[in-house]
């Protein structure tokens, strides 16, 4: 699950050990065939797009590209620096609840730094496409890198889970969870597309931000204690919820 950085022990322990990943990773083929299985899952399951257009095709490519520099220095390191500064002053509040606070900051932080990654790339699609109007080449635009970006984004996850490191009581979980991961990530690109389509890209970037902080939250409950389980049943509710509203947001027509 995406996530940043590196620890902040002391005030949120919880939250780091969660957010703690492995990007460099052998991959492993189920975990290949199974990332490829979840892009294809919710590729068909969603709007139209455009996909003929070389555009995205390279938008796909930049996607895989960019994950990993995303995951060292955004989330590894900007998020990290921010996090710790944090650390300190959230822990000589009293009363505060220091962990939780923590935890939702750094979910947020972490949802709109991928948002704004996924923003980006749509801009470098459209200026590689030449700056289509119609619909379904924007969508594609939106849709391509994301694509590209979770599922490396789910690859790098079911890897480690399938690796020496990994547990067979979560396996299932991971599974599960992971193709929530990849709808909700297809469901925010659609609300992207639509903000550019619509002139509001501001309105659909602030929600789209919110549901994927909120899964992010969701997630780190599982390092405090929260069953998997029930964890996974909100990680799949807020991502079918995001990939149903954002698909809806999308004129329909043929692919």
Do not use: C, N
């Amino acid at each position: 699950i995406r996530r940043p950085p590196r620890s902040t022990q002391g005030v949120s322990s919880a939250a780091s050990d969660v957010y703690k990943r492995q990007v460099i990773a052998a991959p492993h083929p189920v975990a290949i065939a199974a990332s490829l299985a979840f892009g294809l899952f919710w590729a068909r399951a969603g709007a139209p797009v455009h996909v003929g257009r070389p555009g995205a095709w390279f938008g796909l490519v930049l996607g895989a590209v960019v994950y990993p520099f995303a995951q060292v220095w955004l989330h590894g390191e900007a998020i990290g620096v921010v996090a710790d500064l944090l650390t300190d002053p959230l822990g000589r509040v009293e009363g505060l609840e220091a962990d939780t606070v923590m935890m939702i900051i750094v979910s947020v932080l972490t949802a709109y730094a991928d948002e704004i990654t996924k923003l980006a790339m749509l801009v470098s699609v459209m200026l590689v496409m030449g700056q289509p109007s119609d619909a379904r080449a924007i969508t594609a635009a939106s849709v391509a890198p994301t694509a590209g970006y979770a599922m490396i984004a789910a690859l790098v996850v079911l890897s480690r889970s399938l690796g020496p490191v990994g547990s067979e009581h979560m396996l299932a979980y991971s599974f599960v969870q992971e193709w929530a991961w990849l709808g909700l990530q297809f469901g925010t690109a659609y609300l992207l597309a639509r903000g550019w389509l619509t002139d509001r890209l501001i309105g659909y970037f602030i929600a789209a931000g919110i549901l994927h902080a909120l899964a992010l939250y969701v997630a780190t409950l599982q390092g405090i204690g929260w069953h998997p389980a029930v964890v996974t049943l909100l990680v799949v509710a807020i991502g079918l919820f995001a990939f149903s509203w954002g698909a809806s947001m999308i004129p329909s027509g043929r692919r």
